[in-house]
C-alpha cells in the first residue's frame, strides 16, 4: 500500500480550507468607549491594545458624535462616543442608542457591542448625570459596563464614589496608562490598574468573541499573555479531541486526511490568538514555516496506525484505539509546545509582532517529530 503524501491535492485543500476557517472562525469584538474629551481614551487603547489602533486617523463617523476605529487584519471594533459635553445630549443619546438597537438586532454577533468602557478622569472627583444616564442606558441594553477611573493614583478615594454612583457598572477600575511624573515627589508613577482592566473586560467577552478579543491584546501586558496562554490551552484540547475522534475512525487511513487538517487549524488559531494579523497569507506561512516537514511525518504515524485495523484478531477497534490515542497525544504535544515558543517570544520581545522564522525555528528545537 503507498503512503498518502502531503503533496496530495486533496490533502492540500483540506489544508487550505482549515487555515481559512480559522481566520474567518476568529470572530470580531465590539468595545464601546465613552468619555469626555481629554480624559485619555485614545492612550488607554493604545496601552491595552496592540497596533496603535486609535492613532490610525479619525476613524469612520458613525452618528455626529461617535466614529468607529479600526483596521484590516485587526478583529477589534472601537466605538467612541464623545457626546457626554456637547450641548445637545439628550440628541447624542438618542443617536447611540439607535446605534446600539441596530446592532443589537443584528443576525450577526460580531455586529454587537460586547463591552462598553465608561472612561472617567479620576482626578475630577466626580460623576456627571449624563455619564450615569449612559451607563444605565447601556446596562438596559444587555451591554456590561466598566468604568475606567482613568490618569488615576494608587489607592484613590474616588473608586469608592464612582461604585456608588455607577451601580450598574459591572467593575470600577483606576488606571494609569503611561509613566507620570511627580514633580513635588521628584518621582516617577509607573502605569497601573491595565492588568485588572484588561481582566475585567475578558470576563464579559462573549466566548464566541475570546479569541478576537485575545488577538487584540498587546503582549506589552503581563495580564494579555495570560488571557492569550489560556484561550490557545482551550484551542489545543478542542484540537486533541478532534485527533482522537477522527483517528477512531473506523475507516483504514481515513485519518490522514482528518489529523493534518486538525493540527494545521489547531496552530492557525493559536497564531491568530497570540495577534497574527488575520490575513490567509500571513497564517499560512506561519503553519508551513511552523510545521514544515513535520506535517509528513504526523500523515505517516496516522497511516501506521491506520494498517493496524488490518491485523487479523486486533480489528477495527482495537486500531482505532491506538491511532486516538496517538493522535490526541500527538497534537497536543504539538500544540503545547507551540504555545510554550510563542509566550517565551512574547515575554521576551513586549508588543513586538510575531517573527514567524524565529517561532518556527524554536519550535522544532523543541519538538523532535
Given at each position: 500500500?503507498?503512503?498518502i503524501r502531503p503533496d496530495h491535492p486533496d490533502l492540500q485543500d483540506a489544508i487550505a480550507d482549515a487555515i481559512s476557517t480559522a481566520t474567518r472562525g476568529a470572530g470580531r469584538v465590539n468595545i464601546l468607549v465613552a468619555g469626555k474629551t481629554?480624559?485619555?481614551?485614545?492612550?488607554?487603547?493604545?496601552?491595552?491594545?496592540?497596533?496603535d489602533l486609535a492613532r490610525t486617523g479619525a476613524g469612520k463617523p458613525v452618528t455626529q458624535t461617535t466614529q468607529e476605529f479600526t483596521r484590516p487584519g485587526h478583529p477589534l471594533t472601537i466605538i467612541d462616543t464623545r457626546g457626554l459635553e456637547?450641548?445637545?445630549?439628550?440628541?447624542?443619546?438618542?443617536?447611540?442608542?439607535?446605534?446600539?438597537?441596530?446592532?443589537?438586532?443584528?443576525?450577526?454577533?460580531?455586529?454587537?457591542?460586547?463591552?462598553?468602557?465608561?472612561?472617567?478622569?479620576?482626578?475630577?472627583?466626580?460623576?456627571?448625570?449624563?455619564?450615569?444616564?449612559?451607563?444605565?442606558?447601556?446596562?438596559?441594553?444587555?451591554?456590561?459596563?466598566?468604568?475606567?477611573?482613568?490618569?488615576?493614583?494608587?489607592?484613590?478615594?474616588?473608586?469608592?464614589?464612582?461604585?456608588?454612583?455607577?451601580?450598574?457598572?459591572?467593575?470600577?477600575?483606576?488606571?494609569?496608562?503611561?509613566?507620570?511624573?511627580?514633580?513635588?515627589?521628584?518621582?516617577?508613577?509607573?502605569?497601573?490598574?491595565?492588568?485588572?482592566?484588561?481582566?475585567?473586560?475578558?470576563?464579559?467577552?462573549?466566548?464566541?468573541?475570546?479569541?478576537?478579543?485575545?488577538?487584540?491584546?498587546?503582549?506589552?501586558?503581563?495580564?494579555?499573555?495570560?488571557?492569550?496562554?489560556?484561550?490557545?490551552?482551550?484551542?489545543?484540547?478542542?484540537?486533541?479531541?478532534?485527533?482522537?475522534?477522527?483517528?477512531?475512525?473506523?475507516?483504514?487511513?481515513?485519518?490522514?486526511?482528518?489529523?493534518?487538517?486538525?493540527?494545521?487549524?489547531?496552530?492557525?488559531?493559536?497564531?491568530?490568538?497570540?495577534?497574527?494579523?488575520?490575513?490567509?497569507?500571513?497564517?499560512?506561512?506561519?503553519?508551513?514555516?511552523?510545521?514544515?516537514?513535520?506535517?509528513?511525518?504526523?500523515?505517516?504515524?496516522?497511516?501506521?496506525?491506520?494498517?493496524?485495523?488490518?491485523?487479523?484478531?486486533?480489528?477495527?477497534?482495537?486500531?482505532?484505539?491506538?491511532?486516538?490515542?496517538?493522535?490526541?497525544?500527538?497534537?497536543?504535544?504539538?500544540?503545547?509546545?507551540?504555545?510554550?515558543?510563542?509566550?517565551?517570544?512574547?515575554?521576551?520581545?513586549?508588543?513586538?509582532?510575531?517573527?514567524?522564522?524565529?517561532?518556527?525555528?524554536?519550535?522544532?528545537?523543541?519538538?523532535?517529530?
Open positions: 500500500m503507498s503512503a481629554g480624559v485619555g481614551k485614545s492612550t488607554l487603547l493604545n496601552a491595552v491594545f496592540r497596533g456637547v450641548g445637545d445630549y439628550e440628541g447624542s443619546r438618542a443617536q447611540l442608542a439607535e446605534l446600539i438597537q441596530e446592532r443589537s438586532a443584528s443576525d450577526d454577533q460580531d455586529r454587537h457591542l460586547h463591552v462598553a468602557w465608561l472612561c472617567i478622569q479620576d482626578s475630577s472627583h466626580r460623576v456627571e448625570d449624563a455619564e450615569i444616564e449612559l451607563c444605565d442606558m447601556l446596562d438596559k441594553a444587555g451591554i456590561p459596563v466598566v468604568a475606567v477611573l482613568t490618569k488615576a493614583r494608587k489607592n484613590s478615594p474616588f473608586v469608592d464614589e464612582a461604585r456608588k454612583l455607577l451601580p450598574r457598572a459591572r467593575q470600577v477600575v483606576a488606571v494609569r496608562a503611561l509613566p507620570e511624573w511627580i514633580d513635588e515627589l521628584d518621582a516617577e508613577l509607573p502605569p497601573m490598574g491595565l492588568d485588572r482592566l484588561i481582566e475585567v473586560t475578558a470576563e464579559h467577552v462573549p466566548e464566541a468573541q475570546q479569541r478576537a478579543y485575545a488577538n487584540a491584546l498587546s503582549t506589552r501586558n503581563k495580564k494579555a499573555l495570560e488571557v492569550k496562554k489560556k484561550r490557545a490551552e482551550i484551542e489545543v484540547n478542542v484540537a486533541a479531541g478532534l485527533a482522537a475522534s477522527a483517528a477512531a475512525a473506523p475507516i483504514p487511513f481515513s485519518d490522514a486526511f482528518a489529523l493534518v487538517p486538525i493540527q494545521v487549524g489547531m496552530i492557525a488559531k493559536i497564531g491568530i490568538t497570540f495577534g497574527m494579523e488575520l490575513n490567509t497569507t500571513a497564517i499560512t506561512t506561519l503553519v508551513t514555516s511552523t510545521l514544515g516537514a513535520s506535517a509528513a511525518t504526523l500523515i505517516g504515524r496516522s497511516v501506521v496506525s491506520g494498517m493496524l485495523k488490518f491485523i487479523p484478531g486486533a480489528g477495527s477497534a482495537v486500531g482505532g484505539t491506538i491511532a486516538a490515542t496517538t493522535a490526541g497525544a500527538i497534537t497536543k504535544l504539538l500544540g503545547n509546545a507551540y504555545i510554550a515558543v510563542l509566550h517565551d517570544f512574547c515575554l521576551k520581545n513586549p508588543g513586538k509582532d510575531i517573527d514567524v522564522a524565529m517561532i518556527a525555528q524554536a519550535l522544532k528545537q523543541r519538538v523532535k517529530f
